[in-house]
């Protein structure tokens, strides 16, 4: 085995998905870890931005059976600290703790499950999240795993790490999936509450250290569809995937108590993400 192995590691997770055709070439393991430091106004996953286990509760799956009060009699209560221990008695799903800690020795079994999918379509793993490398020491675990095993390996990434943990992971990592929300500065902060500098950095070292790379822009109409044209430029001859906004993670707002602050938005059109991939060369077009 190799020493530099990191064995029996333990991560925040909030979900492991099993056959994805997204996030990566072929058919995919995707690992969401939980955790996030950054707030991006539409988040898609926003059970993903804490870096503690949370309860999500659903009203309407509520049957009023009684087993969470009376498992626990702060249920329903001003005293509630969203622990989640309660969603363990729950049977319609009305309560779900969202994040859990595993060890990397565990989900890596998960991932071995589907190997032979991998070797047939080209596919792979890909850590999402959150952010996977705000917890350097399982990514490296699971990353380190799947390349002794011969597995495509994909990160998705904001970038707002500290630069030595980007040149730590890129030697086993074969595809980053790296997000820019946006150029301008100031724009960005009041998108997702951080400057961008770090993350436009860090984007140039990945392409001077040779990674390979798809850069990943998401299109919410009224707050950064302005700059496509500027991240386009930013990008080069690189590639470019434009994803398009969309609010069907209201839901998930909901059951988190949040307010979804781009919930009006308007939801791009598949027409109008084919005239920009005609527009800009760079541009992915997967529709």
């Given at each position: ?8 590691v ?6 492991i ?9 072929g ?22 931005q804490s ?9 309407d799956?509520?049957?009023?059976c ?28 009305a ?18 499950k589907?190997?032979?999918y991998?070797e ?10 959150g ?11 699971l ?61 140039r070292?990945l ?10 822009m ?32 209201s ?37």
């Amino acid at each position: 085995m190799n020493p530099t192995l990191k064995k029996g590691v333990e991560g925040l997770i909030f979900s492991i998905q099993r056959y994805s055709l997204h996030d990566g070439p072929g058919i995919r393991t995707i690992v969401f870890f939980k955790g996030c430091n950054l707030r991006c106004l539409w988040c898609h996953n926003p059970e993903s931005q804490s870096a503690v286990p949370e309860l999500m509760i659903y009203p309407d799956k509520c049957r009023s059976c009684g087993a969470c009060t009376a498992f626990c009699s702060k249920a329903f209560t001003d005293a509630c600290s969203k622990c989640g221990s309660c969603a363990s008695v729950c049977r319609y799903g009305a309560r779900d703790k969202c994040g859990r800690k595993e060890n990397a020795d565990d989900v890596f079994d998960v991932i071995l499950k589907d190997r032979d999918y991998y070797e047939v379509s080209g596919g792979g793993v890909t850590l999402s999240g959150g952010e996977p490398l705000l917890q350097p020491e399982f990514s490296v675990s699971l990353l380190e795993k799947c390349r002794e095993n011969g597995i495509h390996t994909a990160v998705e990434t904001a970038g707002n790490v500290p630069s030595e943990t980007l040149e730590r992971i890129m030697p086993l990592t074969d595809l980053f999936l790296y997000d820019i929300k946006c150029i301008d500065t100031e724009l960005h902060k009041s998108l997702t509450g951080v400057s961008n500098d770090l993350i436009l950095s860090n984007s140039r070292l990945l392409k001077n250290g040779g990674a390979e790379v798809i850069f990943r822009m998401p299109v919410v109409p009224g707050f950064n569809d302005s700059e496509i044209g500027a991240v386009s430029e930013f990008v080069g001859n690189g590639k470019l995937e434009l994803m398009p906004y969309h609010n069907i993670c209201s839901a998930k707002y909901n059951a988190l108590g949040r307010e979804f602050k781009t919930r009006k938005a308007d939801v791009p059109s598949d027409d109008f993400i084919r005239r920009l991939a005609q527009e800009y060369p760079n541009v992915i077009n997967r529709l």
